[in-house]
């Protein structure tokens, strides 16, 4: 589900990015102490085969896009996190690797640091490891070290954006998209695409877009939770193929749609000035956005007249603007 939270009695929606989950200590929900964001990863989903460490972080480091590197394969930086996080892998049924392996009679992380620090988690699993190349995480909360050939799942690290306080959202809802934060801002009431777009830019923001499918998911999700009961569950977004020539979808301030998008073909829809509209379907898959098997759960594209009429829209703009 959306993650619903408080800071200075404010509610906010995040605050990690799209299916992320936030690494705090099990059961006390204080996102305050919020320092990392993780992800269990099915390994091919990024890479055809992992053989070796690098291979893991390479995944990891291109897990928001082929130009990011704001990622990497997870490493606890302390024995607190370490303990948090393995409570929260065997709670949720979770194993994968981390970056810890063992040279000469230390281990390390592929950046070079030691550690022993961590404590008798790591060091009794060194004692028994018949191969030192790559460290597991067990369900029962211990860790354990095998080839790294033998890994079908990993996990990655992000470090959480400090979004309470230096990202200014002024009571919108707060996503963290990897790169950047969003704001968005809810209507309930019916009307227009491009009415929507004017009240939009009345608040400096624009008709919701929607840029990779982790924003596709959180919008979804954000209008799911936000008008669970909405007759016409049909939400505007912020594109049009209106006087365009040779006809494709571009967003109303004139920019191409984004890639990676499964929009409607424009050169077959039959209005010449059509907008797009997401219609949402109650029955999310929240397993199948979890696993990331699939891109698409619980909502689908159509192009629709631009002056149809329906119940709500959300306005869009970056933290801080």
Not at 151 to 164: D, G, I, R, S
Not at 214 to 230: H, I, M
Not at 264 to 281: K, V
Request: proline share 4%.
């Amino acid at each position: 589900m959306v993650i619903t939270w408080k800071a200075n009695g404010e509610p906010k929606l995040g605050p990690c990015p799209e299916k992320w989950l936030p690494l705090i200590p099990v059961k006390d929900n204080n996102f305050e102490l919020l320092q990392k964001c993780i992800s269990h990863i099915n390994v091919t989903l990024l890479k055809s085969k992992v053989t070796k460490l690098d291979d893991a972080i390479n995944a990891c480091s291109h897990i928001f896009g082929n130009g990011s590197t704001t990622a990497t394969i997870f490493r606890p930086d302390d024995k607190k996190e370490l303990k948090n996080f393995l409570t929260f892998a065997a709670s949720e049924e979770l194993e994968g690797m981390l970056d810890i392996f063992i040279e000469g009679k230390a281990p390390y992380d592929h950046s070079g640091n030691d550690l022993r620090q961590l404590g008798e988690t790591i060091t009794n699993a060194m004692s028994n490891a018949p191969d030192k190349s790559c460290a597991w995480n067990l369900l029962k909360g211990e860790i354990q070290f095998k080839n790294c050939d033998s890994f079908t799942t990993l996990w990655c690290q992000y470090k959480a954006k400090p979004v309470m306080t230096n990202y200014g959202c002024n009571g919108w809802f707060k996503a963290d998209h990897g790169s950047h934060v969003n704001c968005y801002f809810v209507h309930r009431y019916r009307t227009t695409a491009r009415n929507a777009r004017n009240i939009c830019r009345k608040k400096k923001a624009q008709l919701v877009t929607i840029n990779n499918i982790g924003e596709w998911s959180y919008v979804t999700r954000l209008a799911d939770t936000l008008a669970p009961n909405t007759i016409d569950r049909s939400l505007l977004l912020g594109y049009t193929r209106c006087s365009t020539d040779p006809p494709e979808w571009r967003t109303m301030e004139g920019d191409i749609s984004a890639e990676n998008i499964p929009f409607p073909d424009a050169t077959t829809s039959s209005d010449a000035e059509c907008c797009l509209q997401l219609d949402i379907d109650n029955k999310i898959n929240y397993e199948q956005i979890k696993l990331q098997e699939k891109l698409v759960e619980g909502a689908q594209l159509q192009a629709t007249i631009c002056n149809k009429k329906v119940n709500y829209f959300i306005c869009k703009k970056e933290a801080g603007s």
